[in-house]
């Protein structure tokens, strides 16, 4: 089994930063892409930012300049470095992680996903 467990959430006022982190456990045979999505109440959820294996990265328009992506391939984590945030980022902001793993049907890569984390954005 593959768990994406978030940390990081919580309230902070305007101008502020926060900084989530996902790490990845359980047996797996190597983690491609990571990202982080959001989804606020009556909008699809969105892309805010990912990375890949070999560290390229791609972004929201509405968050470039202010949100950094990155990993740390050793310790199966991803993190999301948030600054000058704004009440539109208010949001529940998911973890999610293209992961292969060996199974008894071959190599099976799967996109995992985690609980979710709240981010509060509010004076």
């Known amino acids: 089994q593959v768990q994406l467990v978030e940390s990081g959430g919580g309230l902070v006022q305007p101008g502020g930063s926060l900084r989530l982190s996902c790490a990845a456990s359980g047996s797996f045979f190597r983690i491609h892409d990571m990202g982080w999505y959001r989804r606020t109440p009556g909008k699809e959820r969105e892309l805010v930012a990912r990375?890949?294996?070999?560290?390229?990265?791609d972004y929201a328009d509405s968050v470039k300049g202010r949100f950094t992506i990155s990993r740390d391939n050793a310790k199966n984590t991803v993190y999301l470095q948030m600054n000058s945030l704004k009440p539109d980022d208010t949001a529940v902001y998911y973890c999610?992680?293209?992961?292969?793993?060996?199974?008894?049907?071959?190599?099976?890569?799967?996109?995992?996903w985690g609980q979710g984390t709240q981010v509060t954005v509010s004076s």
């Open positions: 990375i890949t294996s070999g560290g390229s990265t």
């Open positions: 999610n992680s293209r992961i292969s793993r060996i199974t008894t049907t071959g190599l099976t890569t799967t996109d995992y």
